[in-house]
């Protein structure tokens, strides 16, 4: 089966694999349990089952403390702190220890910038109430861990399959982090004279520039993403850029890593803001009315937006947010969580705002691989591109004003 360019990085050990190898082979046998050749193998599965448990134990007791919330036992990775929600609701962590139990056991869990937003929408970080990094826990189980065809996208031929080096991360922990907030550029530098992220500038060297298309090899880009609030998502950006920002956030640290998500995550997502595992009503990720799409009103919004011309090179100042109506599409991109009404399981700007890049590989023809785009975005519908669709883009460098991304973290 063919699985998308830049793989997706293993949470196992080499001994780890190992044993998962040796079992899928064993597995793969046609035997009669009742015999003694059935009999050896049985054996054997559940002595690599026991030797597994045992990799996994060790591995996790290095990795993470479980925390308990309410009645379930949430992995945290060691350097991060919950922060506040359920395991229904959504668990929030931190990178910050001054975040720890600011919202304790609270479903729901503000963005932590109510009170952090400067007259012009702008933030003043000491006034956060979460200072540090966010990630969201989506709960699920191996044998649950599988796309989800919504049967609705436009791709002919896309990657249907899970990458079973996934599913490593699933059985260690029994789930996953997600970035709570759309990849943020607080901290994002770009070696372009000309270029800014932090004020109002006109034309080609304002928002809209090109050279936000920025990867390791170009020399354009330092500095790392953020998952705040308030913050000026990383627009235009194609999938180098975004695989590569995703896995550049939590270099050289030895209990997590970061990478982009993947096509199987944003199905579980889906799954867990519909309270439903891969059979079930989806209407809520189907018929998506909420969010920043062309078709939404919004108000009482916070933070900034940037007004888009639908040719995607023209904009105005960037301006203090208020309310959008419906049927603009030059009303344009918003900063990360500036309303709630686009925050489900404590996860914010899903829907809507840009189309977020993920490691799911589509074909146009057997020469040209490109990745699909989930989440819709400000010059969409919500109505024909929803939370869950599955938008085709034909190669990996394309890149547009709507598109961004989103990273996960996972425990080693």
């Avoid at 702190?81 to 975040?99: F, H, L, Q, W």
């Avoid at 720890?100 to 609270?106: G, N, P, Q, S």
């Amino acid at each position: 089966m063919r699985q998308a360019v830049g793989a997706y990085k293993n949470s196992a050990s080499d001994e780890e694999k190992e044993l998962q190898k040796l079992y899928e082979q064993l597995n793969t046998l046609d035997y009669d349990s009742s015999s003694p050749e059935g009999k050896v193998i049985e054996d054997l599965l559940e002595r690599i089952e026991e030797l597994e448990e045992a990799l996994k134990n060790a591995d996790t007791e290095q990795s993470v403390e479980y925390r308990k919330v309410g009645e379930d036992l949430i992995p945290i990775p060691k350097g991060f702190y919950y922060v506040g929600g359920t395991k229904t609701s959504g668990v929030v962590i931190s990178d910050d220890p001054r975040d720890e139990d600011v919202y304790k056991e609270k479903d729901d869990v503000p963005s932590g910038a109510d009170d952090a937003y400067n007259d012009d929408g702008t933030i003043a970080e000491d006034k956060l109430t979460i200072k540090g990094n966010q990630f969201v826990w989506i709960p699920c189980d191996t044998k649950n861990y599988a796309k989800i065809d919504f049967g609705m996208t436009n791709a002919n031929a896309w990657e249907e399959w899970t990458n079973s080096a996934e599913l490593q991360q699933i059985y260690k922990y029994g789930g996953f982090y997600v970035g709570r907030f759309e990849a943020g550029t607080s901290k994002v530098k770009l070696n372009t004279s000309g270029v800014k992220w932090d004020g109002p500038s006109e034309g080609e060297d304002g928002w809209l520039n090109p050279n936000f298309v920025a990867n390791k090899d170009n020399g354009k880009v330092s500095g790392v993403i953020t998952e705040k609030p308030g913050e000026i998502p990383y627009y235009h950006s194609d999938y180098q850029t975004a695989q590569y920002m995703s896995s550049n956030m939590y270099t050289n640290n030895q209990y997590v890593y970061s990478g982009l998500t993947t096509g199987t995550m944003w199905d579980m997502i889906m799954a867990f803001i519909s309270n439903k595992v891969l059979t079930g009503d989806y209407s809520e990720v189907k018929n998506t009315n909420w969010g920043n799409y062309y078709d939404v009103e919004l108000t009482e919004l916070k933070g900034r937006f940037l007004a888009v011309n639908t040719n995607g090179t023209v904009k105005t100042n960037i301006a203090k947010a208020t309310t959008k109506s419906t049927g603009n599409a030059n009303w344009g991109i918003l900063t990360t969580a500036s309303t709630e009404t686009a925050k489900k399981k404590n996860m914010y700007d899903l829907a809507g705002n840009l189309w977020e890049w993920t490691q799911e590989a589509c074909w146009v023809t057997d020469a040209t691989e490109g990745y699909m785009v989930r989440g819709g975005s400000f010059n969409f519908t919500c109505a024909n591109h929803p939370v869950c669709y599955r938008r085709r883009i034909s190669v990996g460098s394309a890149a547009g004003t709507n598109m961004g991304f989103r990273p996960a973290l996972f425990i080693k």
